[in-house]
């Protein structure tokens, strides 16, 4: 695996990168949008929190945006290629403690339904990864905070379930939760949001 730092909320780096991977790889023919941020927003304190430990809507969503248009071009020339847009569960329903992240993540999830057409007679598929909730190093701040217990799957069982979901030719893969909200009628909706949404949080 070769690496190279970038901080992708910066559009300039976004830019290098780009650049970077071209020159050295000229047959590279996926994109995996992976990076993001969650972060505990209350909007009762005004600006206070919004941009403290950085930008949601930059990092999660501005950047996976410009990277696809920077890269559709050169993969598009690709036999077969690939972008994956990693989103959440929360893209279906959302978790108000979490304002910034779930609207990013469900204007991700959109984004991702409008290339997929937009390149639908291309060698580009585009995919989308909606995890549910799987114990890795997101947020644990407010995870502790929150005194959560459950953590969530293990990455190694989500990877699985993403892999096998590759396998079945599935163009969005979460697992059987999130499929369930995917699915959900309106009036399920607003019962889920309710429960997830409690008085306490
Ligand atoms: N864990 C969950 O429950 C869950 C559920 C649904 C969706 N997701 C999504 O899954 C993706 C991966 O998250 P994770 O759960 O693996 O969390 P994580 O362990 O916190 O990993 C986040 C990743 O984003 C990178 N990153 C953060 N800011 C960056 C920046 N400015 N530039 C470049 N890279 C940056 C981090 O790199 P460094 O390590 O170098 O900082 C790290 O590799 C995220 O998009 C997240 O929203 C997670």
């Known amino acids: 695996m070769h690496t190279k ?3 992708v909320a910066d559009r300039s ?6 650049e970077w991977a071209l020159k050295e790889y000229p047959n590279l023919n996926v994109l995996v949008n992976n990076a ?17 430990d950085g930008d949601e809507i930059e ?12 890269f559709t071009p050169h993969l598009m020339k690709q036999p077969e290629a ?15 403690v979490y304002p910034v992240y779930c609207a990013t993540k469900a204007a991700l999830h959109s984004f991702s339904l409008t290339l997929r ?42 990877v699985q379930y993403f892999l096998d979901g590759l396998k079945e030719g599935k163009q969005e893969i979460t ?3 999130v499929e369930g909200l995917r699915d959900a009628t309106r009036a ?13 949080n």
Do not use: W
């Open 117 to 158: 057409h937009q390149l639908r007679d291309t060698s580009v598929e585009v995919i989308e990864m909606a995890p549910p909730m799987v114990d890795t190093g997101l947020n644990q701040k407010s995870r502790d905070k929150q005194g959560l217990t459950y953590r969530g799957i293990s990455s190694e069982e989500y």
């Open 59 to 70: 990092l999660n969503f501005q950047a996976p945006v410009h990277l696809s248009a920077l």
């Open 36 to 52: 993001g941020i969650q972060k505990e927003i209350d909007f009762k304190k005004g600006t206070e929190e919004l941009f403290v």
């Open 188 to 200: 399920d909706y607003d019962r889920l949001f309710e429960q997830m949404n409690t008085q306490e």
């Open 5 to 7: 730092q970038c901080d």
């Open 175 to 177: 697992n059987e939760r």
């Open 82 to 96: 690939a972008i994956v847009q990693v989103t959440s569960g929360l893209a279906f329903n959302p978790l108000a």
């Open 13 to 18: 780096q976004r830019e290098t990168l780009y």
